[in-house]
T-cell receptor, first 115, second 114 residues
Framework: EAQVTQNPRYLITVTGKKLTVTCSQN?????MSWYRQDPGLGLRQIYY???????DKGDVPEGYKVSRKEKRNFPLILESPSPNQTSLYFCASALLPLGSSYEQYFGPGTRLTVT | AQKVTQAQTEISVVEKEDVTLDCVYETRDTTYYLFWYKQPPSGELVFLIRRNSFDEQNEISGRYSWNFQKSTSSFNFTITASQVVDSAVYFCALSEEGGNMLTFGGGTRLMVKP
């Protein structure tokens, strides 16, 4: 089954404790992206990757890091989480860059709480 | 810079009513793509439709229809004869040609009461 998986689905952590949210897709998609969803703000793009070893900032990259060492994986790293990073996070992938109009396939989401 | 506005934050209707969700966008590009996604209470994001800027034909899919008007920069979504299962948050989104980012509106929460 074609899918995007994220782990963990729920995470409660404390300020400053490094964490990684994993994202994996089995569709051989070049494009992958991370979003955060906050009430009233919709989804905002954090980082995206056009292919292996190619990543770039989205609208809200501060406090996050990503890497793309393999085509299927695109982990999101919070080196020193803060309470304002409490949010619902989505990973997504697409076959081609968005300019080619392909829709993105979204993972199930990771709800992160930073206390 | 691209921007998407969904002015209706919440809409409540009674089952079988028709409802229209508004979406207004801003972009300087002449080629762009518009999307609608549904987020049911379970939380996942479900793709509904994609439309490119050169295709202004309205689209109908069952009880769903979309009205794209470049003159008013709008891409509105209508649900005919709404059902309780339509209760969800709906997002409109925009991507520019050659761009790598998808910009979402703030979402509209639709509540359909029995």
């Amino acid at each position: 089954e074609a899918q995007v998986t994220q782990n963990p689905r729920y995470l409660i952590t404390v300020t400053g404790k490094k964490l990684t949210v994993t994202c994996s897709q089995n569709m051989n998609h070049e494009y992958m992206s991370w979003y955060r969803q906050d009430p009233g703000l919709g989804l905002r793009q954090i980082y995206y990757s056009m292919n292996v070893e190619v990543t770039d900032k989205g609208d809200v990259p501060e406090g996050y890091k990503v890497s793309r060492k393999e085509k299927r994986n695109f982990p999101l790293i919070l080196e020193s989480p803060s309470p304002n990073q409490t949010s619902l996070y989505f990973c997504a992938s697409a076959l081609l860059p968005l300019g080619s109009s392909y829709e993105q396939y979204f993972g199930p989401g990771t709800r992160l709480t930073v206390t | 810079a691209q921007k998407v506005t969904q002015a209706q934050t919440e809409i409540s209707v009674v089952e079988k009513e028709d409802v229209t969700l508004d979406c207004v966008y801003e972009t300087r590009d002449t080629t762009y793509y518009l999307f609608w996604y549904k987020q049911p209470p379970s939380g996942e994001l479900v793709f509904l439709i994609r439309r490119n800027s050169f295709d202004e034909q309205n689209e109908i899919s069952g009880r769903y229809s979309w009205n794209f008007q470049k003159s008013t920069s709008s891409f509105n979504f209508t649900i005919t004869a709404s059902q309780v299962v339509d209760s969800a948050v709906y997002f409109c989104a925009l991507s520019e040609e050659g761009g790598n980012m998808l910009t979402f509106g703030g979402g509209t929460r639709l509540m359909v009461k029995p």
